[in-house]
């Protein structure tokens, strides 16, 4: 069974000229509450390449790092009584959130919110830091991955991602004119820069791709369509764009994919893995890299086939799930644990 999981398609490792790209995840989030300075510091001294902003706006434009623009779930803003009346109830990308958000607050009221862990009941030890950290714009994440690469005698990269595009677009709050002028101020403007942006929406990157030099990453779920997709009738999944016809037009305006990791090895109805697909052959033919996400070590989000033991929340074997994607020629890798990612390289060569 192994053996055919692990083949690896015709032409697959052989794209790759250099060892895989390690992505800290919202930082090293396995180890410290999510897109804080704190978890991207960590993630930097576990040997990550890049660290991983996800970039929502606040209320006076200011681009800052949050998972979602709704913040209960990481920020303590829901404990916080002066801010208790700026709880609405919003229909983001067609779902209706409840909860607090971003946009509705200046960069000056978001920090004096502390930031939590998201996962609490997965990630207990984290909780230990909540309320210790503030949340972070997207020019202190430039800032720390300039003095960390100062430091440290090589280059830490930042992955943006420009989260909803559609709605900051609606409620005229652009993430894309900030991102690129925020990028030019640092003078971080062209593809041997250390950035990447992604983006869940095609249509963003594709104005992205006119008026910034810097690489774009096409991502890619195992289900759905791009929201500006369901906004212009377009009838394409994301399915479709992960097809060899996709991944040719994904290729004239971006320079790889970032791709749910189910669409590379899937998995059957009992979590076990099943023959590898020929997407990363598929996107290397077009000459675009193919990273994937999000590779975490609790069993929960392992494949069977990796865990120990049945407890959801204990730990399984992350590295050997690193192995696998890297024998297939993977070309980076967005974990939660950096770490686990850096090891699991330096076996592989």
Not at 214 to 238: C, H, I, M, N
């Amino acid at each position: 069974m192994l053996a055919a999981i692990v083949a690896v398609p015709t032409g697959a490792a052989a794209h790759r000229d250099q060892e895989p790209t390690v992505i800290g995840h919202r930082g090293a989030s396995g180890y410290r509450p999510e897109h804080t300075l704190e978890s991207y510091r960590l993630a930097i001294a576990a040997g990550a390449d890049y660290i991983e902003p996800d970039l929502v706006s606040t209320r006076d434009g200011v681009l800052v790092a949050r998972h979602e623009n709704e913040i209960s779930g990481t920020t303590d803003v829901s404990t916080r009584p002066e801010f208790a009346a700026r709880k609405a109830t919003k229909t983001i990308d067609g779902v209706s959130v409840t909860g607090w958000f971003t946009e509705d607050f200046t960069l000056t009221e978001l920090k004096t919110l502390r930031a939590k862990e998201r996962l609490p009941l997965v990630r207990p030890t984290n909780t230990v830091f909540d309320g210790r950290y503030e949340v972070p714009t997207f020019q202190e994440v430039i800032d720390l991955a300039k003095a960390e690469s100062r430091r440290l005698g090589r280059t830490i990269g930042v992955y943006p991602e420009t989260k909803h595009p559609t709605y900051f677009q609606s409620i005229g709050l652009a993430l894309e004119e900030p991102l690129v002028r925020t990028l030019k101020r640092n003078r971080l403007t062209s593809k041997k820069d250390g950035v990447i942006i992604q983006s869940f929406e095609t249509a963003n990157l594709r104005a992205l791709s006119k008026v910034t030099d810097v690489k774009l990453v096409q991502l890619l779920s195992s289900a759905g369509k791009p929201y500006d997709f369901v906004v212009a009738g377009d009838p394409r999944t994301y399915a479709d764009l992960a097809k060899a016809d996709g991944l040719k037009w994904i290729s004239t305006y971006a320079d790889g994919v970032g791709v749910e990791k189910n669409l590379i090895v899937p998995r059957d109805s009992t979590g076990k893995l099943l023959a590898p697909t020929t997407l990363i052959r598929d996107a290397h033919r077009t000459g675009l890299i193919v990273h994937a996400w999000t590779f975490r070590a609790e069993n929960q989000f392992l494949p069977a086939d990796f865990r120990i033991g049945t407890d959801p929340n204990a730990r399984g074997d992350l590295f050997a799930e690193f192995a696998l994607f890297y024998g297939l020629g993977l070309d980076g890798a967005f974990s939660d644990h950096p770490d686990v990612a850096v090891a699991a390289r330096v076996g592989s060569r």
